[in-house]
């Protein structure tokens, strides 16, 4: 970068996997509730889906949806919005072989004091989305983020009769995961985006001060 070349921008990571595109409708969200807020990006990537046979290999660029996320996305984001679909009350098998492999970063630090939140689609409404939700904060506290769900001051909250939890913001897919975001899901996925870039900013600046 030369001398007079605008710094980059800083950049929430919102990571997600998903098969059937209820997690990615929440994704594309969660993306437009940061993109709200001025001076901070989003950037969305997902990872590839895992196999049970070791020699198969997935394209390098996946056949729709955001570029596969690489360490470094990770690495520099200034927060990160985390993703996955219920599995059996639990996040997906691709997510967790993703952060699975995200030792050096724990060992740096790199993550330490970025704020981090959760989001995730269900087929059933008490299928486990708050579950989910806890499973994948679960990591991110080791990795030393800090977890930001969603204050009942978004009064779709006590609204919603479909997703929307204060552990983040989920989505009841339906049966057969092809049931649109509601009014409620989509506002409560914005909020949430817009809430972690405020405090991917706020949390930047703390990082500049003397200590
Ligand atoms: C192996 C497996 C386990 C699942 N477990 C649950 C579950 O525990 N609860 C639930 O409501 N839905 C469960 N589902 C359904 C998905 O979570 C749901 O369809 C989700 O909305 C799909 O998201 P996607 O469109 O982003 O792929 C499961 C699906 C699969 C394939």
Redesign the pocket.
Known sequence: MSATSPRPLPYVLILYY???????AMAEQIAAGVESVRGIEARLRTVPPVSPTCEAVDPEIPAEGAVYASLDDLRHCSGLAIGS?????NMAAPLKHFLDGTSELWLGGALIDKPATAFT????LH??QESTLLTMLVPLLHHGMLYAGLPYSEIELMETASGGTPYGAS?L?GKR?DRPLDDHERQLSRAQGRRLARLALALGRLEGEPS
């Open positions: 998903s098969r059937h595109g209820a997690t990615r679909p219920t599995r059996f009350g689609s269900t087929s059933s299928g486990g989505h897919a995961s």
